[in-house]
T-cell receptor
Framework: NAGVTQTPKFRILKIGQSMTLQCTQD?????MYWYRQDPGMGLKLIYYSVGAGITDKGEVPNGYNVSRSTTEDFPLRLELAAPSQTSVYFC?????????????FGPGTRLLVL | AQSVTQLDSQVPVFEEAPVELRCNYS??????LFWYVQYPNQGLQLLLK??????LVKGINGFEAEFNKSQTSFHLRKPSVHISDTAEYFC????????????FGDGTTLTVKP
């Protein structure tokens, strides 16, 4: 049981390039989330999904897109990368619908946009 | 709307000393409260959570937290810290009105010195 896995671990992008951050979970969780973490700050929600085919915007969605074609996978797409997107990106998942559910996090992807 | 304030951005402490990391929250409905820990270069993992019932919650690694509804606080404590407790600690709040999404504080860096 690998939990939540993310690839790549680290990436450098040039301004204007695009990339996809991969996230996979093997716990059969319904809910999946993408966060970004900037230095000295908490986690900001980018997008989330309540099940395959259903996604919704979080707090900071601009410049990102997501899709959820399967329960296991929740990729995050960056179009036209900007220096402001330099951050650490975490994918997380949880099982239930209620607010008391624990979120399980991946190890993160560090992205540097130059 | 819900919010979380972690009152200390950095807490230095000597090994075997007690520690308290402070967290206040704001919400108009009943809440669930979490403490997560992030070790260097890793994702977040759950330390403990409060759902209902006893206001004193015990978690992993000897940590505990007390839910105080009148003071809207959820402070994390450990009676004797170890070097290995050096990490970033995040307080989070969620409820049943927001698709189970959590709001995270900005984090407290706990540094345990020998």
């Amino acid at each position: 049981n690998a939990g939540v896995t993310q690839t790549p671990k680290f990436r450098i992008l040039k301004i204007g390039q695009s990339m996809t951050l991969q996230c996979t979970q093997d716990m059969n969780h319904n809910y999946m989330y993408w966060y970004r973490q900037d230095p000295g700050m908490g986690l900001k929600l980018i997008y989330y999904s309540v099940g395959a085919g259903i996604t919704d915007k979080g707090e900071v969605p601009n410049g990102y897109n997501v899709s959820r074609s399967t329960t296991e996978d929740f990729p995050l797409r960056l179009e036209l990368a900007a220096p402001s997107q330099t951050s650490v990106y975490f994918c997380a998942s949880s099982y239930g619908i209620g607010g008391g559910e624990t979120q399980y996090f991946g190890p993160g992807t560090r992205l540097l946009v130059l | 709307a819900q919010s979380v304030t972690q009152l200390d951005s950095q807490v230095p402490v000597f090994e075997e000393a007690p520690v308290e990391l402070r967290c206040n929250y704001s919400s108009s409905v009943s809440v669930y409260l979490f403490w997560y820990v992030q070790y260097p270069n890793q994702g977040l993992q759950l330390l403990l959570k409060y759902l209902s019932g006893s206001t004193l919650v015990k978690g992993i690694n000897g940590f505990e937290a007390e839910f105080n509804k009148s003071q809207t606080s959820f402070h994390l404590r450990k009676p004797s810290v170890h070097i290995s407790d050096t990490a970033e600690y995040f307080c989070a709040v969620s409820d049943n009105t927001n698709a189970g999404k959590s709001t995270f504080g900005d984090g407290t860096t706990l540094t345990v010195k020998p």
